[in-house]
């Protein structure tokens, strides 16, 4: 729909109204070009002839606005056996009638009134040979372009249709490209990718991916048949204009150079181009057909834009900013041409802006591609780092928490069990000896006059009494028995496996010896006393209904004159 120029491959010119084909030039399917007879038709009066480039608009030649004009040449063909000849007509936009010898070969929208037709079709011609006058007639009432501004083409009917299907095969290759790139930054973003920005180059490439299904040779409304194309016309420069207004802010945001220069113009253009989509829903027709400069004028500026954010040295990723830098010029360099080519040019190819805005964005793809391998190999690498430093730490908690474990359950002044440590290990001893049938006993001791100490030679001394005290306990017991501080100056002793009666000799040798040792020379402690309750678990009794006995023989004890053992 936006303007179209003959494609690549052999081209046989028309001169002086006549075009002679031999069997050698049918070897490939050629493109008609050359000088036509044209004249313009009106309502009231039919023009003059005149002698008009094609593919070309009339409009560029004749300056006068015709709606409706007729071309004629001569076409002097061999005779063909076992093959058909035929002509491919393209998607025009407009209405169309072709005429060999006056005999009606094909038709195409509503000449009478002007209706635009959209069918690219392939139009057999007389395989007898022979001289044939080709007439087109066309009326054009919707646009201000009107003409064989696209190429016909003849050849063989095989050859022909192997060359639309080999075109439909690179378009479909090309509106791979761009769904794939689409589809891969859906991906990124769903994925919550840091480099958000990249989801505007999945929205450009989509919005040119719609246009291509729109465009020759897919031209998907004409295969599904529809019959007003205004509406697909509309559609495809809205996408147009909506695809560079997608792609500014990727180029805004690729780079580390920022400014409020770039941002300005960055507003300014992304308004435009969608100021322009807007516009093309609602423009009539005859002005949205001439609109194609402005088209063409903003994906220049639009590329223009990015050479200046993206040059090198500017861009994130120095792997990408070649790849960015070079599809901006690529494209730069197509749209420039293609503008020339609306008056000045004749080029040997076709949509050359589409194709630009491909060069561009595929490159932006694998520039994004990379940046994503980079990303997830930063990633990986920290999540290695990570991975290592969480395991350090847990080790580092676990021993911490190994630590704090023991220190809940250990006396920081003596070092020894406390009393919750106490009733746990003794819960574990009594299920063991009464699993074995075997004795438990249980020890209550208590320093005499210990607050006397405290009060006489402070609470250092006190603290040494006590440590003093445990370290005699640890000396006189056994590996398997059990000695713990249960609070203050009282102490409890477990002996798994012990009568009372050896519970008690253990029992007196600890008050015998602290009584001595604390008293004679050199003792780093005042004199010292205990008092102990010794008893005997029975069967059936508890921990705590033990202890409860010894401290009530205990408290006998110092009743009875302290320093002496009850049981």
């Avoid at 690729?254 to 409020?260: A, K």
């Avoid at 500017?314 to 008056?343: P, Q, T, W, Y």
Wanted: hydrophobic content about 45%; overall charge neutral; proline content about 5%.
């Amino acid at each position: 729909m936006l303007p179209a120029f003959p494609a690549a491959g052999k081209a046989l010119p028309v001169a002086n109204g006549v075009l002679s084909v031999s069997h050698d030039d049918l070897s490939e399917p050629f493109t008609i070009t050359g000088n036509w007879k044209f004249r313009g038709l009106e309502s009231k009066e039919t023009k003059a002839w005149q002698v008009l480039p094609v593919p070309a608009a009339w409009n560029n030649y004749t300056g006068s606005p015709y709606f409706a004009g007729e071309y004629v040449f001569t076409l002097m063909l061999p005779r063909v056996k076992n093959k058909q000849l035929a002509l491919q007509i393209p998607h025009l936009n407009e209405a169309l009638e072709l005429y060999a010898n006056g005999e009606l070969l094909f038709s195409s929208g509503n000449i009478l009134n002007g209706e635009a037709g959209y069918s690219q079709s392939i139009v057999h011609l007389p395989s007898s040979g022979g001289i044939l006058e080709i007439r087109f007639r066309l009326h054009n009432s919707f646009f201000r372009s009107g003409g064989l501004f696209r190429p016909i083409v003849l050849g063989y009917e095989d050859d022909l249709r192997k060359k639309y299907v080999q075109d439909v095969i690179t378009e479909g290759m090309v509106l791979g490209a761009l769904l794939i790139i689409a589809l891969f930054n859906v991906f990124l973003l769903l994925n919550r990718f840091p480099q958000n920005y990249s989801v505007f180059l999945g929205l450009s490439s989509l919005f040119y991916a719609i246009r291509g299904m729109l465009s020759e040779p897919l031209c998907l409304p004409a295969f599904f048949g529809v019959a007003d194309i205004s509406f697909f016309y509309r559609l495809e420069y809205f996408v147009s204009y909506l695809g560079l207004a997608a792609i500014m802010p990727f180029l805004a945001n690729v780079t580390f150079w920022d400014s409020s220069l770039k941002r300005r113009i960055q507003k300014l253009l992304i308004t435009s181009y969608s100021v322009f989509a807007v516009f093309t829903l609602f423009l009539p027709l005859p002005f949205l057909s001439s609109s194609v400069y402005v088209f063409q004028l903003s994906g220049l500026s639009c590329m223009i834009f990015g050479l200046w954010v993206t040059f090198p040295g500017r861009v994130k990723n120095d792997e990408a900013s070649l790849l960015i830098f070079l599809g901006a010029i690529a494209f730069l360099v197509l749209v420039s041409l293609d503008i020339l080519a609306l008056d000045f040019l004749s080029l040997p190819f076709r949509n050359i802006t589409q194709f630009g805005m491909l060069i561009f964005i595929i490159p932006q793809g694998f520039a994004l591609s990379i940046r994503v391998s980079n990303a997830y190999k930063k990633a990986d690498v920290l999540s290695r780092e990570l991975e290592k430093e969480v395991a350090i730490q847990t080790r580092e908690l676990q021993k911490s928490n190994e630590k704090l474990k023991e220190l809940s359950l250990t006396d920081p002044l003596t070092g020894i069990k406390n009393r919750r440590s106490f009733y746990e290990q003794a819960e574990l001893n009594r299920v063991t000896c009464r699993q074995r049938n075997k004795p438990l006993s249980l020890m209550a001791l208590d320093l005499d006059l210990f607050k006397s100490i405290n009060d006489s030679y402070g609470h250092k001394t006190g603290d040494d009494a006590l440590c003093f005290f445990t370290d005699l306990c640890n000396s006189m017991i056994r590996q398997t028995d059990l000695v713990a501080r249960i609070g203050g100056e009282e102490f409890a002793i477990l002996l798994p496996f012990a009568g009372l009666e050896s519970a008690r000799e253990i029992a007196e040798r600890i008050r015998g010896e602290l009584e001595v040792r604390s008293a004679g020379p050199g003792s780093p402690v005042p004199p010292l006393t205990v008092s102990i309750g010794l008893v005997c678990l029975e069967k059936d009794e508890t921990i705590a209904e033990a202890i409860e006995r010894a401290d009530t023989l205990l408290y006998k004890a110092k009743e009875s004159g302290r320093n002496q053992v009850q049981s």
